[in-house]
């Protein structure tokens, strides 16, 4: 019997929208779904016991940051990171190559692999295809990602084309050393926002799909009109009946949308990162609380959440956290955010399931200050 499959409960007549389930050995995963980034193996800010009680199912670490510190020896040594950092739960690494092209100090990219300073430390480090699935069996997550190589918006056609070709070629040494069944590698799809590479990209990646496929490269720069664009140019090339992982993608607006395009599973720091500087996302927009307006403001974040932080703080007191640099106001913060995420896609979920997507989607819009629909085309 497979440890990892996909059940389909029910695809949206009038778009890409559906829903799913994901069964794991640590769990089954509802999708769509929103999954809490826990980069350093903590969602920053939130007990595990708090994300339990708000619903989420899944959580992501980043491989990067972990092999930097404490080191994936030290997490194999502990039990992997579901005893490492007690969470009983699934659990999905990236590959760390996102990372590796955007924080640390570049020193040369080759087809055999990555040469980098550590922004740690400025250590020097190479890392293979298969030294990054070495790493990801170390921390021992449930899902796991292929290396691949991240260009960013602005890079040309050809760029973009090399960065793909090193990215499939990447993909298929990351499957040939890949052999531990107890988790699912994904690969990933890249192309920047070019249709005709992403097209290539996603039909070379097809063979090796076998328990779910990500999209990365996207949210890095470009209009959201743009993105929406590139998904709508793929959607109806997707394999069927694997889950659709839309990498970095967080912000609501980016979460409905991408669901009417075909994606079952999203993650973003967004939440617990806008949170620490003070801002909430509620069902009527931003907050933001360190705002003066908000001095003697004795109402709740948003009288629509039912969170911890809704039902017993008014935004004076959260302003008044923020402002004198407690901590406590961006753990309160984030996990009203991460709380709103998971509801507004527990909500996205059952419009599936009850067939009222489009008007879920026009309530959303409707209420929202700061996001408008993408224009018709």
């Known amino acids: 019997m497979e440890k990892f499959s996909y059940e389909i409960i029910k695809q949206d007549e009038h778009s890409g929208a559906r829903a799913g389930v994901l069964h794991t050995p640590h769990g089954d995963i509802p999708t769509p779904i929103y999954m809490p980034v826990g980069t350093q193996a903590t969602v920053k800010g939130v007990f595990p016991r708090d994300l339990e009680e708000i619903g989420a199912k899944i959580i992501l670490a980043n491989t990067y940051?972990?092999?930097?510190?404490?080191?994936?020896?030290?997490?194999k040594k502990a039990g992997g990171l579901h005893k490492f950092m007690?969470?009983?739960?699934?659990?999905?690494?990236?590959?760390?190559g996102f990372q590796v092209f955007s924080l640390a100090k570049l020193n040369d990219i080759k087809d055999e692999g990555v040469m980098f300073q550590s922004n740690v430390d400025g250590s020097r480090h190479f890392i293979t295809p298969e030294r990054a699935i070495e790493i990801e069996n170390n921390l021992g997550a449930d899902i796991i990602m292929a290396f691949d190589e991240c260009s960013p918006f602005g890079y040309d056609h050809e760029k973009s084309r090399v960065a793909m070709e090193r990215t499939l070629h990447w993909l298929d040494r990351c499957c040939k050393y890949h052999n531990n069944d107890e988790q699912a590698l994904f690969p990933i799809v890249q192309g920047n926002v070019f249709k005709d590479l992403r097209a290539q990209s996603l039909e070379r990646t097809k063979p090796y799909v076998k328990y779910g496929m990500g999209i990365g490269g996207l949210s890095v720069g470009e209009p959201k009109e743009v993105m929406y664009d590139v998904l709508d140019s793929m959607l109806p090339f997707y394999p069927q009946y694997?889950?659709?992982?839309?990498?970095?993608?967080?912000?609501?607006?980016?979460l409905i949308e991408g669901t009417l395009r075909g994606i079952d599973m999203f993650d973003c720091v967004l939440a617990t990162r806008i949170a620490r500087n003070g801002t909430a996302l509620t069902s009527r927009g931003k907050v933001v609380v360190r705002n003066g307006i908000y001095k003697?403001?004795?109402t709740p974040l948003d009288d629509e959440c039912d969170c911890y932080c809704c039902k017993h703080y008014t935004k004076a007191y959260l302003r008044h956290m923020i402002n004198v640099g407690e901590m406590m106001g961006g753990?309160?913060?984030s996990l009203h955010n991460t709380h709103y995420l998971l509801k507004l896609m527990r909500g996205?979920?059952?419009a599936i399931l009850g067939d009222y997507v489009a008007e879920y989607v026009a309530e959303f819009y409707a209420k929202q200050?700061?996001?408008a629909p993408p224009a018709a085309k």
Not at 67 to 75: A, L
């Open 65 to 75: 940051h972990l092999y930097m510190r404490p080191g994936d020896e030290i997490v």
């Open 86 to 96: 007690n969470w009983d739960h699934p659990i999905l690494t990236d590959s760390g």
């Open 242 to 254: 694997v889950p659709r992982y839309l990498m970095g993608v967080g912000s609501p607006d980016c």
């Open 296 to 298: 003697e403001d004795f």
């Open 331 to 333: 753990m309160l913060l």
């Open 348 to 350: 996205m979920r059952e």
């Open 369 to 371: 200050n700061d996001y």
